[in-house]
């Protein structure tokens, strides 16, 4: 069993930077997947980006490419996403999960285990 805790969000004006840390419990994380997913009101629920269970391949939709950044730290358990350039666009509920094979995905359904989600605002 994994439980995740994000923690990091919070209001930005557009062009700033936040950082997103995702904690999780459990001694199997190092061997998981990890990925970032977000929703924003009355969207579905989208791909963000993902890192192996060794951070040697990473991920990211086309629409944070080049301004996110995904990493992890096994040794204290944690997963991060730096989000740099942020746009209103960006606003939503970001949600940390865990998926129980080395190898992430960019799908909801391959992942496991989800945290309860930090809300991120940018305003313009």
């Known amino acids: 069993q994994v439980q995740l805790v994000e923690s990091g969000g919070g209001l930005v004006q557009a062009g700033g930077s936040l950082r997103l840390s995702c904690a999780a419990s459990g001694r199997t994380f190092s061997r998981y997947a990890m990925g970032w997913f977000r929703q924003a009101p009355g969207k579905e629920r989208e791909f963000v980006a993902a890192?192996?269970?060794?951070?040697?391949?990473?991920g990211y939709a086309d629409s944070v490419k080049g301004r996110f950044t995904i990493s992890r730290d096994n040794a204290k358990n944690t997963g991060s996403l730096q989000m740099n350039s942020l746009k209103p666009e960006d606003t939503a509920v970001y949600y940390c999960a865990a998926r129980t094979r080395p190898v992430y995905s960019s799908y909801m359904r391959d992942y496991d285990y989800w945290g309860q989600g930090t809300q991120v605002t940018v305003s313009s």
């Open positions: 890192i192996s269970w060794s951070g040697g391949s990473t």
